[in-house]
């Protein structure tokens, strides 16, 4: 398929200060889109100016909720190209969130195509400020119209641009965090591992309430016995705990984050032992209050890697060794911002030159 390019008239002012940027405030002058028709499959590829959808009030995503998305960014390096990092993954893992979904896949080749081709059109919405990139919302929904709960025929997907700064406002500075153990955010077997809104809707009541307590984020406990740690709500945890690197197993209720593998890549790499099992909040607690806890972090494509200082489990608080960054920790977020900058070789394949078309 061919893309074409439509250029806005109007291109919006963009952000003087780089340093305010936040997360996802800002939005840049195009978008790209594609409808899919059953039979007919993906069709009319193009960017254009960015604008509002228009969706009438039955459309089938606004009452069942069939809808995906994925998340990464584009950095300008020092030399002055545009960089994107593990662009093909992440199509990879919308193709698996839209099979869960009962969507259409895309072809990921095509999908990296495109999101290259819309980030050349916005290149010069790439910030320059250190620490600060382009992050990039592909999505799909549902639009065929009519009630009735089946997969749906017809499909939009879009990508959309957000020049964006660090996701907590506090940057690394460790963040709290709250163990939830009341309410239930996904399970095996259900949607957990898919990237869709739905997930997202369940964890906010619980959010809500620990934001209003002071923390930053919700660690999510298994849905069954409510015993094994999991996520947080916008990360994939990790703990170092006697030396060793030890996150949640892919067991079908967490998100395969790409950031999560990439970390776990190069701990291997680094000879740092990891594991991937089920690890109980009672372990994680106790190892806390001997010590052998000496480092907690969250990975995730918005944050990179966010340090944990503080956990609060039924009223308990302990902190984290001395409530600071670990070494450990430093040590990925360095490691991988600068292979994303292209500042660090990229032994993996992982970064790929956004060309100039």
């Known amino acids: 398929m061919t893309i074409t390019v439509t250029r806005t008239a109007h291109?919006?002012?963009?952000p003087a200060d780089e340093?305010?940027?936040?997360?996802?405030?800002?939005?840049?002058?195009?978008?790209f889109l594609m409808e899919y028709q059953e039979g007919k499959g993906w069709q009319n590829p193009r960017i254009e100016p960015y604008?509002?959808?228009s969706l009438d009030p039955a459309t089938t995503v606004l009452h069942y909720g069939q809808e995906i998305f994925e998340g990464l960014?584009?950095?300008?390096?020092?030399?002055?190209?545009?960089?994107?990092?593990?662009?093909?993954?992440?199509?990879?893992?919308?193709?698996?969130?839209?099979?869960?979904?009962?969507?259409?896949?895309?072809?990921?080749?095509?999908n990296v195509e495109a999101l290259h081709?819309?980030?050349d059109v916005e290149r010069d919405w790439v910030p320059h400020a250190e620490g600060?990139?382009?992050?990039?919302?592909?999505a799909m929904i549902s639009t065929d119209v009519g009630l009735g709960v089946h997969a749906a025929h017809n499909y939009l997907y879009f990508i959309i641009c957000a020049p964006s700064g660090a996701y907590y406002p506090q940057g690394l500075a460790p963040i709290k965090i709250l163990v939830e153990d009341r309410y239930v955010r996904a399970?095996?077997?259900?949607?957990?591992?898919?990237?869709?809104?739905?997930?997202?809707?369940?964890?906010?009541?619980?959010?809500?309430?620990?934001?209003?307590?002071?923390?930053?984020?919700?660690?999510?406990?298994?849905?069954l016995e409510r015993k094994y740690i999991e996520e947080v709500g916008a990360m994939n945890m990790m703990f170092v705990i006697n030396g060793v690197l030890v996150t949640a197993a892919l067991q079908g209720s967490i998100l395969p984050g790409v950031t999560r593998d990439s970390v776990l890549t190069l701990a291997r790499e680094q000879g740092l032992p990891v594991e991937e099992r089920r690890l109980s909040v009672d372990e994680l607690f106790a190892a806390a209050r001997?010590?052998?806890?000496t480092e907690a972090f969250g990975t995730g494509t918005a944050a990179v890697v966010s340090p944990v200082g503080h956990l609060t489990y039924k009223g308990e608080t302990v902190q984290v060794a001395d409530g600071g960054i670990g070494r450990v920790t430093m040590n990925f977020y360095e490691t991988l911002t600068a292979i994303q900058w292209g500042r660090a070789a990229d032994t993996h394949g992982w970064v790929k030159t956004v060309p100039a078309l």
């Open 11 to 14: 291109p919006a002012q963009k």
């Open 19 to 31: 340093s305010k940027l936040g997360f996802g405030k800002t939005f840049s002058d195009h978008m």
């Open 51 to 53: 604008h509002a959808l």
């Open 117 to 119: 081709a819309l980030v």
């Open 290 to 293: 001997s010590g052998a806890l």
């Open 73 to 110: 960014k584009a950095y300008r390096a020092d030399d002055g190209r545009i960089l994107t990092f593990r662009a093909r993954d992440n199509c990879l893992r919308l193709n698996r969130s839209a099979e869960r979904l009962c969507m259409p896949v895309i072809d990921p080749d095509f």
């Open 187 to 223: 399970v095996e077997g259900g949607t957990g591992e898919a990237k869709t809104g739905g997930n997202y809707a369940a964890s906010l009541l619980a959010a809500e309430e620990a934001q209003k307590l002071g923390y930053a984020q919700v660690l999510w406990l298994d849905g």
């Open 132 to 138: 600060t990139s382009l992050y990039l919302r592909p």
